[in-house]
Every structure is written in structure tokens, then in C-alpha cells.
């Protein structure tokens, strides 16, 4: 069964700074790891998707890696501003199908200004 | 514009009461999934349907049923026999080919039971 963990829960940096947020999973036999944004009492909104056949993907000031080989991913944001904060949340498929997902409990990052 | 809508946003039930939430989208997506999300837990799943009249339990299918007879609708009915329905309930869809299916979610219901 697949096991997603995100280290640190939590996370709170000045605004301007580069940051990492890290996503670790079990099982390596996946079709694509996704990155979701989530504001609070809304809906997930997807950042980035990275399929198994690359390594890294990148939106604007965003970019996700990711190494099967060690089951993990990282979500980097360049330049970090107060609309930056929010729940960021990755997701991988287990090797049952890319149907069934299972999500990280999030990183909540806050951006001070 | 293509997108996932859910309503209500927020629903309040007495408990021992059935409550159906409805989840519909246009974005021609084949799968749809329903999510429960808790304080502190991940999103967890309910249901999901990859066609048409066919649907599969989750990891946390007791105490909910769901239909799926239409493609772009996927409603959701939390049933007295579920024992903890206070939470945050997430409906996504994704296109059904094997190795892109990014989902997309709506905004979420957010369910009260007293």
C-alpha cells in the first residue's frame, strides 16, 4: 500500500526567500506524482504533474522533481511572496493503478511579509 | 468554462439523517473520485468510478453509497450508518488514460452533523 509522507508540517519563511518542500513515498512503481495547492476551506488546485518518465517539471516559479529510485519529490518555489501561502499537498498513485491516489497530509506554508 | 462544481458549500444535517451531496463536471472526464478530508489526515478515499454505471469503494466506503448514471455527475450520500460525517467532502474528476490522469478537484462541501 502506498504511503505518502510531507516533512515539515509546517513551515514559516520571509517573503523573497527560496524554499523546498519535500514529499516522500513507498512505493516507486508510480505512473506520476501530482502537486496541489489548497487554500484554506476551498478546494485543491493542481500545481504541477510529473509523470514517471521525467524528472522535473516547472510552472512559472515552481518546480517539482522527482526521483523514483528513492522515492521522493520536491516541490521548489523560487522567490516566495504572502500569496504563496497555503497547504501544499503531493499525491502518488500506488502500483494497483493511477486510479486509486494517495495524498500527504500537506506542508502549510506562510510566507511573512 | 470546464470545471468541477459542488453544492452546497455548506450543509448542516441532524444526525440519524440521510444527506446526498452533488458533485458535477464538464470536462468530458470518464473517472470520478469522492475524498473526505479530516483535520491533520490526508485526504482520504470514498468512492471512485471509472465509467459510466460502475463505481468502487475506497478506503472508507462504510456508511456511504453513490451513483454514477450519468458521466458528468457523481453525487455522494452520506447515510445515518456512517458514524463520524462531520468533514470536508472533495470531489475530483481525471481522464481515464493510464499514465496522465491528473485530477482535478471542486470546491469541497463542508458537512455538519449535530
Known amino acids: 500500500k502506498q504511503e505518502v509522507t510531507q516533512i515539515p508540517a509546517a513551515l514559516s519563511v520571509p517573503e523573497g526567500e527560496n524554499l523546498v518542500l519535500n514529499c516522500s513515498f513507498t512505493?516507486?512503481?508510480?505512473?506520476?506524482l501530482q502537486w496541489f495547492r489548497q487554500d484554506p476551506g476551498k478546494g485543491l488546485t493542481s500545481l504541477l504533474l510529473i509523470q514517471s518518465s521525467q524528472r522535473e517539471q516547472t510552472s512559472g516559479r515552481l518546480n517539482a522533481s522527482l526521483d523514483k529510485s528513492s522515492g521522493r519529490s520536491t516541490l521548489y518555489i523560487a522567490a516566495s511572496q504572502p500569496g504563496d501561502s497555503a497547504t501544499y499537498l503531493c499525491?502518488?498513485?500506488?502500483?494497483?493503478?493511477?486510479?486509486?491516489?494517495?495524498f500527504g497530509t500537506g506542508t502549510k506554508l506562510q510566507v511573512i511579509p | 468554462d470546464g470545471g468541477i462544481t459542488q453544492s452546497p458549500k455548506y450543509l448542516f444535517r441532524k444526525e440519524g439523517q440521510n444527506v446526498t451531496l452533488s458533485c458535477e463536471q464538464n470536462l468530458n472526464h470518464d473517472a470520478m473520485y469522492w475524498y473526505r478530508q479530516d483535520p491533520g489526515q490526508g485526504l482520504r478515499l470514498i468512492y471512485y468510478s471509472q465509467i459510466v454505471n460502475d463505481f468502487q469503494k475506497g478506503d472508507i466506503a462504510e456508511g456511504y453509497s453513490v451513483s454514477r448514471e450519468k458521466k458528468e455527475s457523481f453525487p455522494l450520500t452520506v447515510t445515518s450508518a456512517q458514524k463520524n460525517p462531520t468533514a470536508f467532502y472533495l470531489c475530483?474528476?481525471?481522464?481515464?488514460?493510464?499514465?496522465?490522469?491528473?485530477?482535478?478537484f471542486g470546491p469541497g462541501t463542508r458537512l455538519t452533523v449535530t
Open positions: 512505493d516507486s512503481a508510480i505512473y506520476n
Open positions: 499525491a502518488a498513485p500506488g502500483s494497483g493503478g493511477y486510479q486509486k491516489v494517495t
Open positions: 475530483a474528476s481525471s481522464t481515464r488514460t493510464g499514465t496522465a490522469a491528473e485530477q482535478y
